[in-house]
């Protein structure tokens, strides 16, 4: 048998704007996805313990990632360990997980970016035209910075990072945000133009945040950029309120994540992450948190 383990993502600052050259931050969570594969007569796919159903599309892409790796059938248990279709990557991990479990079982070495080919092939199949920011971020527990179009660099950290994560409500379709936030640019050129200068300000700003730990810094940015999202209307009622419950509960700082709409909060976490997961338990919000940057990468 053969194991495979990946990451699942967060966007810390920058989404939106990243979709008009302004670099995003991204990191790979130390939740992701764990696929465990073993030759079979047929494929057979488990997901979180339930066989999947034949016709489900999880089989294509199996099938995709056999034939690229010159793999035979096999049978495949698949663990996701974030929330399916809220914007943290689940996908990409899923594929990076079965691309590295083929891989091993192929007996041939593989290099990363051969790799992050046949899970961009795999993202294709379920997303028709990924940025590949969530396969990038899927490779390891670090922090990225992304730029549209180019390759990722990963950051230096001061020491890890806590974060919590918050369901805030049903996900909005990525593309029905991304077209709210060009009417904002189609009807005011110069304002928009002025909220990317201040998203870039914000991420350039994080970025030395990070380098040298100070991550009530890094919230307060986070909570700059919570604001500017939120004039472009990709913000809800339900995601003001999980920030502002994590913020009163000693959150360092809170934004949306992702495409907004409804879908997932960040929060950074103080040294005790506890009460604000309390706090957003209490509200009926399903939460975890997690650590950025203390794995070694895989
Ligand atoms: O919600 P997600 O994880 O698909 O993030 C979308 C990020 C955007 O910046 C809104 C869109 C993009 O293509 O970068």
């Not at 465990?36 to 034949?54: L, T, W």
């Not at 996701?80 to 070495?109: F, I, N, Y």
């Not at 294709?124 to 035209?129: E, R, T």
């Not at 950029?225 to 000693?250: D, F, H, K, Y």
Request: net charge negative; hydrophobic share 40%; glycine share 10%.
């Amino acid at each position: 048998m053969a194991q495979g383990r990946a990451h699942g993502k967060v966007i810390l600052l920058g989404e939106h704007a990243v979709v008009y050259g302004v670099p995003a931050l991204v990191a790979g969570l130390s939740q992701g996805a764990i696929s465990e594969a073993e030759p079979e007569e047929a494929d057979r796919i488990s997901f979180n313990g339930q066989p999947v159903p034949e016709e489900h599309e999880l089989y294509r892409g199996l099938q995709l990632l056999r034939e690229y790796f010159e793999v035979s059938p096999v049978r495949l248990d698949l663990r996701l360990q974030v929330p399916v279709g809220s914007g943290l990557g689940g996908s990409a991990s899923l594929g990076l997980a079965t691309a590295r479990a083929l891989a091993d079982l192929s007996e041939q070495s593989w290099t990363a970016a051969q790799l992050l080919s046949a899970v961009h092939q795999w993202e294709k199949l379920f997303h028709g035209n990924p940025s590949g920011i969530d396969a990038a971020a899927a490779q390891a527990n670090r922090v990225l910075c992304y730029i549209r179009g180019e390759e990722p660099q990963q950051l230096q950290l001061q020491r890890p990072l806590q974060v919590g994560i918050a369901v805030a409500g049903p996900p909005a379709p990525t593309k029905q945000m991304v077209d709210r936030v060009a009417q904002h640019r189609a009807q005011e050129p110069s304002t928009f133009t002025n909220h990317l200068r201040s998203i870039q300000s914000l991420v350039e700003s994080a970025q030395l945040c990070l380098r040298e730990g100070d991550y009530s810094g890094l919230g307060y940015l986070m909570d700059l950029n919570q604001m500017l999202l939120s004039t472009w209307q990709v913000s809800t009622p339900e995601i003001e309120q999980a920030c502002r419950t994590a913020r009163q509960a000693g959150a360092l700082g809170a934004k949306l994540t992702g495409s907004g709409g409804g879908g997932c909060v960040v929060a950074l976490l103080p040294d005790d992450p506890e009460p604000i997961l309390q706090a957003w338990r209490s509200e009926g919000l399903h939460c975890f948190s997690c650590e950025i940057g203390r794995e070694d990468t895989q």
